[in-house]
């Protein structure tokens, strides 16, 4: 019913900036929160950051200042611009979505395939 797809990752030197877009496809009425979270082999899944309908953003501690997370709401689109990258910030970066088809009363949250961000020292 709903589909996020991920681009924009890649292999970039660590100092390098990348920005990552995510466009939600489908059966869409309305988009809640919309969000950012990464993973790397081995650990959980962890919040990178999230933006809200009304453009509220929230940043987990390492995100602050180097990364910024925007949204076109008329393209049901959203970027996470990341610059000063590290090789801690190496990891799969997934997209996810809280949506509300039509005909339906409830917002249910959707994952996208992963993006791979490498960066080298």
């Known amino acids: 019913q709903v589909q996020l797809v991920e681009s924009g990752g890649g292999l970039v030197q660590a100092g390098g900036s990348l920005r990552l877009s995510c466009a939600a496809s489908g059966s869409i009425a309305s988009i809640n929160v919309m969000g950012w979270y990464r993973q790397c082999p081995g650990k959980q899944r962890e919040l990178v950051a999230t933006?809200?309908?009304?453009?509220?953003?929230n940043y987990a501690d390492s995100a602050k200042g180097r990364f910024t997370i925007s949204r076109d709401n008329a393209k049901n689109t959203v970027f996470l611009q990341m610059n000063s990258l590290k090789p801690e910030d190496t990891a799969v970066y997934y997209c996810?979505?809280?949506?509300?088809?039509?005909?339906?009363?409830?917002?249910?949250?959707?994952w996208g395939q992963g993006t791979q961000v490498t960066v080298s020292s």
């Open positions: 996810n979505a809280n949506c509300r088809t039509h005909g339906s009363t409830w917002y249910l949250w959707y």
């Open positions: 933006i809200t309908l009304g453009n509220s953003t």
